[in-house]
């Protein structure tokens, strides 16, 4: 079963240096959905260590629960997120959502 879009959620402003949620989930795919993050519409690696990009975000990407955690938010980090879940059936995609740090 194709994934339905994805429930984004999207803090709008953070602090500088604090920690950020962002959440995205969807329980009507079958098998089960795995989730990837863009910005800008740019991928986010998962894991922030392997990126080529010479930005210094700190991040916990889980494909499984959607889930994208910034450790502390550096003013790189303002920019639209939106959130993708991928099935064998298809894949769905969440509005653009503004973060500003």
Not at 31 to 42: H, I, L
Request: glycine residues 6%; charged residues 20%.
């Amino acid at each position: 079963v194709k994934p339905m879009i994805p429930r984004c959620s999207v803090p709008k402003a953070v602090p500088v240096g604090k920690s950020a949620s962002l959440h995205c989930h969807e329980n009507e795919g079958f098998p089960k959905s795995t989730y990837s993050w863009y910005r800008n519409s740019e991928p986010l690696p998962p894991d922030s260590k392997s990126s080529t990009k010479p930005h210094n975000s700190s991040y916990t990407l889980n494909p499984a629960t959607g889930t994208l955690v910034f450790h502390a938010v550096h003013k790189g980090d303002t920019g639209r997120y939106s959130c993708i879940a991928t099935n064998e059936a298809g894949s769905a995609k969440c509005e653009e959502q503004e973060m500003e740090v």
